[in-house]
């Protein structure tokens, strides 16, 4: 039997312990084995995991209330932002919400923000691969992070980009911002790393809590100060930012904050 053979399908431990008793030395072209075939010509096309179609619907406007997509719905598209729950005043601000709807009822039709936070990125786009590895970097980058007892502050108008939704929000008082800026500097540095686009700069740190369609900015900053007023009514809005969330499709992962 030859020494070193690998004619066969694979060479055993013994032939390799015959080899090396032997000491013989064989040369490189006879150690080429014929290439093994491939996992993929074994098995098969990689076939997507069912939770990769989770986000995999058609883009009716009429399923968002009327919201239109930013970005192009595709499938494997997970769409990605990073927050702070604004749980400890959920109830005041849910009140809030429901008051203000009462209020502008006659002149705009309001919807309220339903899981109220705090956004730390823009809405992004992950692929269903990345979505691991994203929030791994995440935490890491996250790890010396302090966490901190902040407020919100007052009322303020937001559009999106496109003008095609405005905001009414509770920004973050202004005390706090260098605190919360210091907790988006290593979430932004991750987008980078990922080639997502940052956070606006300057960044207006704020908790949504209603929304319309189209740009209603002018006839909002009109009524801000009588909602401001409805708001006055509530205690003190304190918002917990001990721990940072990432948002991806129907995935939710939580960073605590030292
Ligand atoms: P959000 O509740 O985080 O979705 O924010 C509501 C809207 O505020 C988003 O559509 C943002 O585009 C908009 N926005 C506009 N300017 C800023 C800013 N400087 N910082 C944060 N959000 C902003």
Redesign the pocket.
């Known amino acids: 039997m030859a020494l070193v053979d690998y004619g066969g399908s694979s060479s055993s431990a013994s032939e390799d312990e015959e080899s090396s008793e032997n000491n013989q030395t064989p040369t490189l072209s006879s150690l080429k084995r014929p290439a093994l075939p491939t996992a993929a010509a074994l098995l098969g096309p990689k076939k997507p995991k069912p939770e990769e179609f989770v986000e995999d619907v058609v883009d009716d406007p009429a399923l968002h209330g009327g919201r239109i997509r930013s970005f192009k719905h595709e499938r494997g598209n997970w769409a990605t932002?990073v927050?702070v729950p604004a749980a400890a005043c959920a109830d005041q601000l849910e009140e809030f919400q429901a008051e203000a709807i009462a209020h502008l009822e006659p002149h705009l039709e309001l919807q309220a923000?339903d899981s109220l936070?705090?956004?730390l990125s823009?809405?992004v786009v992950l692929q269903y691969h990345q979505i691991d590895e994203f929030s791994r970097s995440l935490q890491t980058a996250l790890s010396s992070s302090v966490g901190f007892t902040a407020t919100l502050q007052g009322l303020r108008i937001?559009?999106?980009?496109e003008r095609t939704?405005t905001?009414i929000?509770a920004p973050l008082d202004p005390a706090f911002v260098e605190k919360m800026t210091a907790i988006l500097q290593p979430i932004d540095q991750v987008m980078l790393d990922y080639r997502l686009q940052q956070?606006?700069?300057?960044?207006?740190?704020?908790?949504?809590l209603l929304w319309c369609l189209g740009d209603q900015e002018a006839l909002l900053k009109d009524k801000l100060q009588e909602l401001q007023e409805l708001l006055e009514d509530q205690d003190t809005l304190t918002l917990a930012v001990n721990e940072v969330h990432l948002k991806c499709g129907n995935k939710d992962f939580t960073y605590r904050l030292k």
């Open positions: 932002y927050y923000n936070h705090l956004s823009r809405t937001y559009t999106n980009e939704r905001f929000a956070f606006y700069d300057p960044a207006s740190f704020h908790v949504s």
